[in-house]
């Protein structure tokens, strides 16, 4: 089945340093999301790619999807304590619909 | 737009006892699933719902796991019986289309003893 993975597992920054986190399925995704998930809550959309080679921003967030749409990053440019949270991708096959999670990376922002 | 209602919150049982969980989706939203997040993982899927249908349920263990998600609307998930390692948040989503982003529930924290 498909697999959806993540590294790094853990990334700890200092307040102002750069993040980022990437993304490699096992099979071409018809489109891949990234969802954000606060310490205690639950997990929050972020956004969808779609095309091959895409590139979206949101404010200090871009995130990018790969040319053979099997990979992808999140990039955030100086990160604030607001941005701590556990980041996930999740991956749609051209094949199905059903939404396989990686197992995400856990981002620390210490100020 | 009113979120994800999930219930309850917190529930704790012992092994080998049923337990229920309940989710109403987004008005309007046709597609609703049950994700299973163990401490420290990525969200499984358990179950897709298409209205009233089920689109995915091939990692629902059948033995002890059973929804449904009459009229359309809300669902319900259940246990029967609990094992250990079904200690997890069960989360609920929902979405507008098959393919686009998710809605997530505020979960149900799952504690088997």
């Known amino acids: 089945g498909q697999q959806v993975m993540q590294i790094p597992q853990y990334q700890h920054v200092q307040e102002g340093e750069d993040f980022t986190t990437y993304c490699n399925s096992s099979t071409t995704l018809s489109n891949i999301q990234w969802y954000k998930q606060r310490p205690g809550g639950h997990p929050v959309f972020l956004i969808q790619l779609v095309k091959s080679g895409e590139v979206k921003k949101q404010k200090r967030l871009t995130f990018q999807f790969g040319e053979a749409k099997k990979n992808s990053s999140l990039h955030i440019t100086a990160t604030q304590t607001t941005d701590v949270g556990t980041y996930f991708c999740a991956g749609q096959e051209t094949s199905g619909s059903r939404l396989t999670f990686g197992e995400g990376t856990q981002l620390t922002v210490n100020p | 737009e009113a979120g994800v209602a999930q219930s309850p919150r917190y529930k704790i049982i012992e092994k080998r006892q049923s337990v229920a969980f309940w989710c109403n989706p987004i008005s309007g939203h046709a597609t609703l699933y049950w994700y299973q997040q163990i401490l420290g993982q990525g969200p499984k899927l358990l179950i897709q719902f298409q209205n009233n249908g089920v689109v995915d349920d091939s990692q629902l263990p059948k033995d002890r796991f059973s929804a449904e998600r009459l009229k359309g609307v809300d669902s319900t998930l259940k246990i029967q019986p609990a094992k250990l390692e079904d200690s997890a948040v069960y989360l609920c989503?929902?979405?507008?289309?098959?393919?686009?982003?998710?809605?997530f529930g505020s979960g149900t924290r799952l504690t088997v003893v």
């Open positions: 989503a929902s979405s507008l289309a098959l393919f686009g982003g998710y809605t």
